[in-house]
T-cell receptor, first 111, second 112 residues
């Protein structure tokens, strides 16, 4: 069965650079969620989209933005990267009738 | 607000049962989940339970929910070394359109 696809799997950026993470939800899933998991931490909710509109917002820094496109894939844009942004970023997708399914994550390292 | 708490660490011997506990504060939680995360890996959904259920069993896994005390537990029977991982308890208000709130995670160490 198709799962949530995240790309890239690994990303290394320098401080003050910009990164774009992509998430391709399971087909026919209309909701996408983004989470950030720092080293030794539990995943923290950043933002979610339903039918291309932002549906909920968590602890997402102002330097980050995200959107969901007409094909339901989502991108998380991160600017002015800081060392503290190094983390595992998860995307999840769902429909009204299913639980959230998580991707394998993108590991971002800021050096 | 939402708060999900777990003990940080559990050590068991191979073949014994493991019980990982979790408490949550949000009484409107509808779905309660258990995720497994191996080092450097993604989140694997192990099982989940609806808030109107008391128990769910799936092979070696048994989930018990005490809604009155807002207490959730995951029992792993015949624990194997491959079960060593971090286990996250999580909750959401509904299956679809609400975010999942994770607990602090319990690191399970299985001693051969």
């Amino acid at each position: 069965a198709a799962g949530v696809i995240q790309s890239p799997r690994h990303l290394i950026k320098e401080k003050r650079e910009t990164a774009t993470l992509k998430c391709y939800p399971i087909p026919r899933h209309d909701t996408v969620y983004w989470y950030q998991q720092g080293p030794g931490q539990d995943p923290q909710f950043l933002i979610s989209f339903y039918e291309k509109m932002q549906s909920d917002k968590g602890s997402i820094p102002d330097r980050f933005s995200a959107q969901q496109f007409s094909d339901y894939h989502s991108e998380l844009n991160m600017s002015s990267l800081e060392l503290g942004d190094s983390a595992l970023y998860f995307c999840a997708s769902s429909t009204r009738d299913t639980e959230a399914f998580f991707g394998q994550g993108t590991r971002l390292t800021v050096v | 607000g939402e708060d999900v708490e777990q003990s940080l660490f559990l050590s068991v011997r191979e073949g014994d049962s493991s019980v990982i506990n979790c408490t949550y504060t949000d009484s409107s939680s509808t779905y309660l989940y258990w995720y497994k995360q191996e080092p450097g890996a993604g989140l694997q959904l192990l099982t989940y339970i609806f808030s109107n259920m008391d128990m769910k069993q799936d092979q070696r896994l048994t989930v018990l929910l005490n809604k009155k005390d807002k207490h959730l537990s995951l029992r792993i029977a015949d624990t194997q070394t491959g079960d060593s991982a971090i286990y996250f308890c999580a909750e959401s208000h509904s299956g679809g359109y609400q975010k999942v709130t994770f607990g602090t995670g319990t690191k399970l160490q299985v001693i051969p």
